[in-house]
């Protein structure tokens, strides 16, 4: 027994050893939220701390601000609580100083405290759940920001409108699920991807307009949106996900465009107003339980929409006269009704500088469509 006490004694006092013998700065690129926080400081009228080295923040007692300065990228706050959280009564809107290239992981979930947030334009990513939970009423989202990332703004109750700019090119899973009093998101013509359940439950929710350049809507992205009336499905939808509107209960009519080729599983349950259901594309696989019973199926003489109806019994309206193709202006390249693509190109003016390059973020310019306004 004595034996085995000294054996473990030996391993332990070697471990202390191995570490002690380590400098600092070796352990640099290590993830030790217990260095981060350094001593809050309170005073009458200000309550402040310190990150580490690059991120300090200090609530204004009398005007309820937070303000955070951080050079680069701000740290995921996935391990260690963000100190500002402990001092939620004392703020209500958040300022990030530019510089700053993220909004952290976690930064602020949870505070339903906050109605308003203030970001820069130095910002390109904002991270997981980094706003999840807010009281937030509507934000504008910095032209830099390319990614919005998984669960982002999940469950902000009283968001009601958000505005995302050209930059964004994928909306992450979950990122504004639960978001109850969004009526309006505008999804911009450089977005690709939109993640699962992204704006699932956004019972408010009444419009959407997907862009060309989207070409995956993952499974249940509007699921449960039972104020969405009018959807526009732009024409590079190459599929629909599983369940992506089911329970949509005040959709009536729907529109899919020619290059989609799969419409999968329960796609449309649940849409129980759901009265017409156009598929212009002849080969379009569907699954057996993708659309309501109630929908009429308007599609092509002996395409794969008539075989589907036949086979399990839905009203087929043939559509074999040619479309009378509208578009949205001159620069549109699909048509608005069967999504069928025309050659169509923006008339671009010169060069303008967006943003100034600096020494903490790069420079940004852009070109805009004298017709349509496209950037």
Not at 43 to 51: D, F, V, W
Not at 96 to 107: E, L, P, R, S
Not at 277 to 294: E, H, L, M, R, V
Request: glycine share 8%; net charge negative; charged share 20%.
């Amino acid at each position: 027994m004595r034996k085995k006490a000294m054996k473990l004694l030996s391993v332990m006092l070697a471990i202390f050893m191995a570490f002690a013998a380590v400098p600092l700065s070796g352990l640099a690129g290590i993830d030790l939220p217990i260095f981060r926080a350094s001593a809050v400081e309170e005073t009458e009228t200000e309550i402040s701390g310190k990150l580490g080295t690059k991120l300090t923040w200090s609530i204004d007692k009398a005007s309820k601000t937070l303000t955070i300065d951080n050079k680069g990228q701000m740290i995921s706050f996935s391990t260690t609580e963000a100190p500002w959280k402990n001092y939620k009564s004392y703020f209500d809107a958040v300022v990030i100083n530019d510089g700053c290239a993220n909004v952290g992981a976690w930064a602020f979930s949870g505070c339903d405290n906050i109605v308003s947030v203030d970001l820069p334009s130095s910002i390109n990513t904002i991270d997981r759940s980094a706003f999840s939970g807010c009281g937030i009423k509507k934000t504008e989202i910095p032209y830099g920001v390319t990614s919005i990332e998984e669960f982002s703004f999940e469950g902000c109750e009283q968001l009601t409108t958000i505005e995302l700019p050209e930059c964004v090119k994928a909306i992450g899973n979950y990122a504004f699920k639960g978001c109850s009093s969004l009526e309006r998101v505008v999804i911009p013509d450089n977005v690709k991807t939109i993640g699962y359940s992204a704006f699932a439950d956004c019972s408010s929710l009444e419009r959407v307009i997907i862009p060309d350049s989207v070409t995956d809507i993952s499974a249940c992205v509007f699921s449960r949106c039972v104020a969405l009336s009018e959807v526009s499905l732009g024409s590079g939808i190459t599929s629909l996900g599983d369940c992506v509107f089911e329970d949509c209960t005040n959709l009536s009519t729907i529109i899919i465009p020619y290059n989609c080729t799969r419409i999968r599983g329960s796609a449309f349950a649940g849409c129980s107003n759901l009265s017409k259901i156009y598929i212009y594309n002849k080969g379009c696989s569907i699954d057996q339980d993708a659309i309501p019973i109630t929908a009429a199926i308007y599609g092509f003489t002996g395409s794969t929409a008539e075989n589907f109806a036949t086979k399990y019994g839905y009203n087929f309206v043939s559509i074999d006269t040619p479309c009378e193709h509208e578009y949205s202006n001159d620069c549109d390249n699909s048509c608005n009704k069967c999504g069928e693509i025309r050659d169509a190109a923006h008339s671009f003016g010169g060069w303008t500088v967006e943003r100034e390059a600096t020494c903490s973020q790069t420079g940004l310019q852009i070109r805009t469509c004298s017709v349509c306004g496209a950037v």
